[in-house]
Nanobody, 115 residues
Framework: QVQLEESGGGSVQAGGSLKLSCAAS????????MGWSRQAPGKERELVSR???????RYADSVKGRFTIAQDNAKNTLYLQMNALKTEDTAVYYC?????????WGQGTQVTVSS
């Protein structure tokens, strides 16, 4: 059983930055594709970014050039650096691990961007 715990959410003004962290309960990055998704009130959950086992990254068009995904294998921690935040980035952000047979979600962390 994989456990994922997000941290780093909070409130920030538009144009500001936040860095989210996701601590995994074990060394899963060599076998699981990791990612961040978000869900705003009244909207469906959407993929923000993901990083494959080989290090390939992908971003939603809405965050390209502003967000950066990274992982520290030694710390079993996934990160999402978010810069130039916009009010439309307000959402609950979830860490996810796609381990092929099983998919895991974290509990989510709230990000609120005010104008």
């Amino acid at each position: 059983q994989v456990q994922l715990e997000e941290s780093g959410g909070g409130s920030v003004q538009a144009g500001g930055s936040l860095k989210l962290s996701c601590a995994a309960s074990g060394a899963i990055f060599s076998s699981c594709r990791m990612g961040w998704s978000r869900q705003a009130p009244g909207k469906e959950r959407e993929l923000v970014s993901r990083i494959s086992v080989d290090g390939t990254t992908r971003y939603a068009d809405s965050v390209k050039g502003r967000f950066t995904i990274a992982q520290d294998n030694a710390k079993n921690t996934l990160y999402l650096q978010m810069n130039a935040l916009k009010t439309e980035d307000t959402a609950v952000y979830y860490c996810a691990a796609d381990c092929g047979v099983t998919f895991y979600w974290g509990q989510g962390t709230q990000v609120t961007v005010s104008s």
